[in-house]
């Protein structure tokens, strides 16, 4: 509740609340009405005006009534120029909150905006940090298909080395039996043809004696019987001959 001075029966000063402490008085705020009113303190009632949009206050009014100060409210009907000054300002407060109102939407786009921007570049970041891992992937990969290609590379040389030994290695062993299979072979004919030569020996041989003794089977017999006889002593021998010695062994005998 608001207090007022009053000297002398006139108001003095303005609508405050009671001072702490007054001239000697200690604690002032809390005496009661009729106390303060002793040291010149009134209690203050406002009483508004009736008005309306078309009025305007002029100032204040203070009347002491009894026991209390009543302040009035004082008014007149306002002038067409501060009709037509306050449209403007309703007209100029209007376009303020349009204005204010599209700036907060603006501000909303903008904040929208960025905001949209920012986890655009959070998603790019994001895009970029794959896009390192995935670099730092393909080259491990790359090193490590390096390496394979070295290992094969050093494996096939190793291969193509081991494989060129054993090629080597077949070949002389295939020269070299190629070599003992030739010499078998010219021995086994030198063999052959000396023992080819000797069965031919024995069977010219053969026929000489056969021959030989055709002729003294022919020219030598006085008798059938004796010259039969010949005959088949001469054909019995070399039948036996022929027989028991096919390779010409029985020769020395004749």
Same mark, same amino acid.
């Given at each position: 509740?608001?207090?007022?001075?009053?000297?002398?029966?006139?108001?003095?000063?303005?609508?405050?609340?009671?001072?702490?402490?007054?001239?000697?008085?200690?604690?002032?705020?809390?005496?009661?009405?009729?106390?303060?009113?002793?040291?010149?303190?009134?209690?203050?009632?406002?009483?508004?005006?009736?008005?309306?949009?078309?009025?305007?206050?002029?100032?204040?009014?203070?009347?002491?009534?009894?026991?209390?100060?009543?302040?009035?409210?004082?008014?007149?009907?306002?002038?067409?120029?501060?009709?037509?000054?306050?449209?403007?300002?309703?007209?100029?407060?209007?376009?303020?909150?349009?204005?204010?109102?599209?700036?907060?939407?603006?501000?909303?786009?903008?904040?929208?905006?960025? +905001?949209?921007?920012?986890?655009?570049?959070?998603?790019?970041?994001?895009?970029?940090?794959?896009?390192?891992?995935?670099?730092?992937?393909?080259?491990?990969?790359?090193?490590?298909?390096?390496?394979?290609?070295?290992?094969?590379?050093?494996?096939?040389?190793?291969?193509?080395?081991?494989?060129?030994?054993?090629?080597?290695?077949?070949?002389?062993?295939? +020269?070299?039996?190629?070599?003992?299979?030739?010499?078998?072979?010219?021995?086994?004919?030198?063999?052959?043809?000396?023992?080819?030569?000797?069965?031919?020996?024995?069977?010219?041989?053969?026929?000489?004696?056969?021959?030989?003794?055709?002729?003294?089977?022919?020219?030598?017999?006085?008798?059938?019987?004796?010259?039969?006889?010949?005959?088949?002593?001469?054909?019995?021998?070399?039948?036996?001959?022929?027989?028991?010695?096919?390779?010409?062994?029985?020769?020395?005998?004749?």
């Amino acid at each position: 509740m608001d207090y007022i001075q009053v000297e002398n029966g006139e108001v003095k000063g303005y609508p405050q609340p009671l001072p702490q402490n007054w001239a000697d008085v200690s604690n002032f705020y809390l005496l009661e009405d009729e106390r303060v009113r002793q040291y010149g303190w009134y209690p203050l009632r406002f009483v508004p005006a009736e008005k309306t949009e078309n009025d305007v206050v002029t100032g204040q009014s203070f009347v002491i009534e009894g026991n209390e100060v009543v302040q009035y409210e004082q008014i007149r009907p306002k002038t067409q120029t501060e009709i037509e000054n306050e449209n403007s300002i309703v007209g100029l407060n209007t376009k303020i909150q349009r204005l204010e109102e599209i700036i907060s939407i603006k501000q909303e786009e903008v904040q929208s905006y960025i +905001d949209a921007q920012i986890e655009h570049e959070a998603f790019i970041d994001s895009i970029a940090s794959d896009n390192l891992k995935k670099d730092d992937e393909i080259i491990q990969k790359d090193e490590s298909i390096n390496q394979l290609n070295q290992t094969i590379t050093t494996t096939l040389s190793e291969l193509e080395s081991n494989v060129a030994n054993q090629i080597n290695n077949i070949n002389s062993a295939l +020269d070299t039996l190629s070599q003992n299979v030739s010499s078998q072979c010219a021995s086994k004919n030198a063999s052959q043809d000396s023992e080819i030569a000797a069965l031919k020996s024995q069977i010219a041989a053969l026929q000489v004696t056969i021959n030989s003794l055709r002729s003294s089977s022919g020219g030598g017999s006085t008798s059938g019987g004796t010259s039969t006889g010949t005959r088949l002593s001469a054909t019995g021998s070399a039948s036996t001959v022929g027989r028991n010695n096919p390779a010409g062994a029985g020769r020395p005998g004749l």
